[in-house]
């Protein structure tokens, strides 16, 4: 989340925890995506609360299934890549990480 604001951060904790160079080896190989919003608000909420001014909340599960159902899987399709994912956000993209990693706590639970 927010890829313009936290990639170089992410890239040299990746670089750092993975390098060979210092014999880390603490994470395996990582395909970093970022991805840019143009509405944080809307992508990164779950629930649209009511307010007396507009607001684009609520569109978080949307963006959640726009992760799953298209990039990833073209992501898979391109790349080599393993099964294991990490979703990292801050602020509100940290509240959408939550988000999604407690919805499929509950839903696992519930099956």
């Given at each position: 989340m927010d890829g313009y604001a936290h990639f170089k951060i992410a890239v040299g904790i990746v670089h750092f925890m993975s390098s060979d160079r210092n014999r880390n080896y603490l994470m395996p190989e990582t395909i970093i995506v970022t991805i840019e919003?143009?509405?944080?608000?809307?992508?990164?909420?779950?629930?649209?609360?009511?307010?007396?001014?507009?607001?684009?909340g609520g569109g978080g599960r949307k963006?959640?299934?726009f992760i799953e159902k298209e990039l990833i899987p073209h992501i898979d399709k391109n790349y080599r890549t393993e099964s294991h994912r990490t979703l990292i956000g801050h602020s509100l993209g940290g509240l959408?990480?939550?988000?999604?990693?407690?919805?499929?706590?509950?839903?696992?639970?519930l099956t």
């Open positions: 919003n143009v509405d944080r608000r809307r992508d990164f909420t779950v629930t649209k609360i009511k307010t007396k001014r507009p607001n684009t963006f959640l299934s959408l990480t939550l988000n999604a990693y407690m919805t499929k706590i509950v839903s696992s639970t």
